[in-house]
């Protein structure tokens, strides 16, 4: 007797043991299943149905060749101290078995219970709905009722249902008898004394019907039968497991026997190693690469990807505007409304998008093209609330809430005032986050200057932030491409046969690249160190902070100009241009100094960005 876990003989768990008494069998059963249960325990397993298998072998001259798997029988309700899922475990363990067209149900039903309400007669004749392989086993023929027992006649003669195999009946040893000890001997006499005579049965010509000895030898006969007509299938999966086997084989190669021969295989797995990361591997037929990306070809895309987002970080966009921006709108007076950015408007034509901005203060009538008192309103609008008009491209807000007329009305008032949309050129960014900066940030030097400390301290944020995530993004998805990649060269370059030296090379390659990205990482950690203290001697940096100093003012002056009416000829008088310019000098002059060093940090930051 021996325990088997899985598929494969656990002898250090339970070992084999040589059994001479019958009586020692059932015992020892208990003692494996008991073996299985603590192995369950310790390893911490929550499944209530093992899949270890106890084996018993039975040797001897009155033994027939049969192989029998006693599966557990259908749990329809648990305990309270077991599992929920017990009876879903057995079905599962049931259905593992019940598919295999090379074995024989034996699909047991109590004679004193009605076999419409058999639940193992249902999940048989699904898995063998021709029944030329199932035999139901009526058991327990002592137990039925009085008057009842010619509807089990029926049954076993097949009237009440066809069978293939025809149904059969046995008398196995009660509770009682095995609690006394009784034999199974002694019960096999016992069975055939009952069925020879107790009516119906013993009036029954046909005896094939009754007792164990008999279920054996039906199953004899029938094992013979089916193996006689599996053989040609066996025969067909054995020649095709062949043929796999040696195709394998010949795929292998020859064994390295020589010194040479193991010089060339390490060339071979390090020439592809090497081409694989430099990107140079190519097709032997056309010289190009055509099945897959080198590690290179990935890495020269990951690079791209990373760019992309590092250019849109905030320290390289320290003035890009977008919906919801707080933005500053210039006026052809030269002075500056702030506001929200609530839409833009993209252009086909190469032109400059325009874009709509909900003023700060909603009293601003500069900021809109009309404003209308509703009385005919479907809703209620909130003061500040910001869309668009209903089947239009028109924007509003609401600068002032309106009422009801009465609770149960559901028409509203109020004024909504249509924004106007300005070209994008005029809208600039707002430095307020820059000034709330500053004003926190505060030392007790002049204001005037600009702080190279708070300069450090917001670029070392930036980077920290924006920067540092997306470097070590890329930083690992390097390190990933690059270990798959000398994986896949390394298994190309090294026969298949060699599975001890593949595993060896691939657990040093995986040393090799983590390495390689730790020493990566260190290199990262000192270079993103560097890059939030900033420092240059770029040339462009500097004339950026000119030209960027200059260009709002620049730009401010222009729009005054161009706001000016020309004459007949399209001449604007020298008067006026003198007073626009003069007008955007005056703006310029009224702004605090706050505004102005927060304009001076973002001219800087912007500089310093790009």
């Known amino acids: 007797m021996k325990k088997i876990t899985g598929s494969t003989q656990d002898e250090s768990v339970y070992p084999w043991k040589d059994l001479a008494d019958w009586g020692e ?9 008991r073996c299985i249960l603590e192995r369950a325990r310790t390893s911490n397993s929550t499944a209530e149905v093992a899949r270890d298998v106890v084996e018993v072998e039975v040797y001897g001259p009155g033994c027939t060749d049969l192989t029998l798997i006693d599966l557990p029988g259908i749990v ?9 899922t017990l009876g879903k475990d057995v079905k599962e363990l049931i259905h593992e078995y019940l598919p295999n067209d090379r074995c024989v149900i034996l699909a047991v039903v109590p004679a004193n219970v009605d076999f419409h309400n058999s639940e193992i007669m249902a999940d048989a004749k699904k898995a063998d709905p021709t029944t030329l392989r199932t035999i139901p086993v009526i058991t327990k023929p002592d137990l039925i009722d009085k008057g009842g027992e010619n509807s089990v006649l029926d049954l076993l003669l097949g009237h009440k ?12 040893r009660g509770q009682k008898a095995l609690d006394e000890g009784v034999s199974l001997r002694v019960g096999l006499k016992e069975e055939a004394a009952f069925f020879e005579l107790q009516e119906p049965w013993c009036s029954q010509v046909e005896r094939g019907y009754f007792g164990v000895p008999a279920l054996r030898t039906k199953l004899a006969k029938l094992q013979v039968r089916m193996i006689r007509k599996s053989i040609p299938d066996i025969l067909v999966e054995i020649g095709a497991k062949f043929a796999a086997a040696r195709e394998q084989l010949r795929q292998l190669g020859d064994l390295m026997t020589s010194d040479l021969e193991r010089r060339q295989c390490y060339l071979a797995v390090t020439s592809a190693v090497l081409q694989c990361m430099d990107g140079n591997a190519m097709d032997s037929d056309t010289g190009l690469n055509n099945e897959e990306k080198s590690a290179a070809a990935e890495q020269h895309a990951e690079f791209a990807v990373f760019r992309e987002k590092v250019l849109g970080t905030k320290l390289a966009n320290i003035k890009e505007i977008e919906v919801g921006s707080n933005v500053r709108v ?3 007076d030269g002075s500056e409304v702030a506001g929200k950015l609530v839409h833009k408007f993209e252009t086909d034509d190469g032109k400059p998008p325009t874009v709509v901005v909900k003023p700060d203060d909603l009293t601003d009538v500069r900021m809109y093209s009309k404003v209308t008192n509703h009385t005919n309103l479907t809703r209620k609008f909130m003061l500040g609330e910001c ?7 028109d924007w509003y807000v609401c600068t002032k809430e309106g009422e009801s007329e009465d609770e149960a009305s559901t028409v509203w008032t109020g004024t909504l005032a249509n924004l106007r949309t300005f070209v994008h050129d005029d809208v600039r960014s707002s430095p307020t986050w820059l ?9 007790d030097d002049l204001p005037c200057f600009l702080s190279a400390v708070l300069f450090n301290k917001i670029v070392a944020s930036m980077v920290s932030s924006d920067w540092s995530p997306l470097c070590k993004e890329l930083l690992q998805k390097a390190e990933n491409t690059l270990g798959g990649s000398v994986q896949k060269a390394a298994a190309k370059g090294l026969p298949s046969r060699y599975p001890a030296l593949r595993v060896h090379l691939q657990e040093q390659l995986d040393l090799m690249v983590a390495k390689e990205c730790d020493k990566a990482r260190t290199d990262l950690d000192s270079f993103l160190a560097l890059e939030r203290h900033p420092y240059t001697q770029n040339h462009y940096f500097f004339e950026n902070i000119c030209k960027n100093r200059n260009q709002r003012l620049k730009q401010q002056q222009l729009r005054m100009i161009e706001s000016r009416k020309a004459d007949s000829a399209g001449k604007i008088f020298k008067s006026d241009v003198l007073a626009s310019v003069t007008a955007a000098f005056e703006h310029n002059e009224c702004m605090s100094c706050e505004d102005h060093m927060a304009q001076e940090m973002e001219v800087a ?4 960005g790009k």
Request: proline share 2%; hydrophobic share 30%.
């Open 25 to 33: 069998i059932s015992e020892e059963i208990e003692r494996a299943q």
């Open 76 to 84: 329809r309700f648990s305990g309270d101290k077991e599992s929920q």
């Open 161 to 172: 249902m066809e069978c293939a195999l025809e149904f059969h009946m046995v008398k196995c």
């Open 330 to 332: 210039s006026l052809p």
């Open 387 to 393: 869309n668009t008009y209903t089947g239009t491209s």
């Open 435 to 443: 000034k709330e900066r500053i004003a926190c940030n505060r030392t």
């Open 605 to 608: 930051l912007e500089a310093y």
